[in-house]
């Protein structure tokens, strides 16, 4: 093999070794932004400093809390746990914590919990209801009064 050709191959060989480290950066850079899009998805929304938090628990007897306070203009956070199991047959166990004048629409999956946080704007007594288990909405015991106060 000739000097010339000894060049060319480890040049070759370099350019190769070049393409390689270019397509791992571009995976590690695709899986980063992936990851970096996607997990955020899974992690619930940080609660800011200083919101009340008040547990609600579903069951198919309905809500354990029928009235919740709070203060017009201060953040809230509800966490709703269903108490029932996936073997439910009416909403396969899960509960649901909506109010339809502010936004908030929490449902929790059998044997699980999800939360919002949200402010209520003004005084008032807003309700708050389930509608995909037993009855749905119509049921009274799926259904509680936020009474917010100035
Ligand atoms: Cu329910």
């Known amino acids: 093999m000739s000097h010339r050709d000894r060049r060319e191959q480890s040049r070759r060989r ?7 480290s270019a397509y791992v950066l571009i995976v590690l850079a695709v899986a980063g932004a992936t990851a970096w899009l996607v997990v955020p998805g899974f992690l619930p929304a940080p609660r800011p400093a200083g ?4 547990e609600v628990e579903g069951t198919m007897s309905g809500f354990t809390t029928k009235v919740i306070r709070a203060k017009a203009g201060r953040p809230l956070t509800v966490r709703l746990t ?18 339809d004048g502010l936004g908030v629409n929490i449902i929790a999956p059998p044997q699980g919990s999800r939360e919002a946080t949200f402010t209520p704007p003004a005084p008032g007594v807003y309700e708050y209801y ?10 009274p015991t799926m259904q509680g009064k936020l009474i917010v106060e100035a």
């Not at 370099?14 to 390689?20: E, L, Q, Y």
């Not at 047959?89 to 649901?96: E, M, P, R, S, V």
């Not at 389930?130 to 049921?139: L, M, T």
Request: proline share 0%; charged share 30%.
């Open 14 to 20: 370099r350019r190769g070794r070049w393409k390689r």
């Open 51 to 54: 919101a009340d938090v008040v």
């Open 82 to 99: 269903s108490l029932d199991t996936r073997f439910h047959t009416d909403g396969g166990g899960k509960h649901q914590f909506a109010i």
């Open 130 to 139: 389930c509608d995909v288990c037993c009855g749905g909405r119509a049921n």
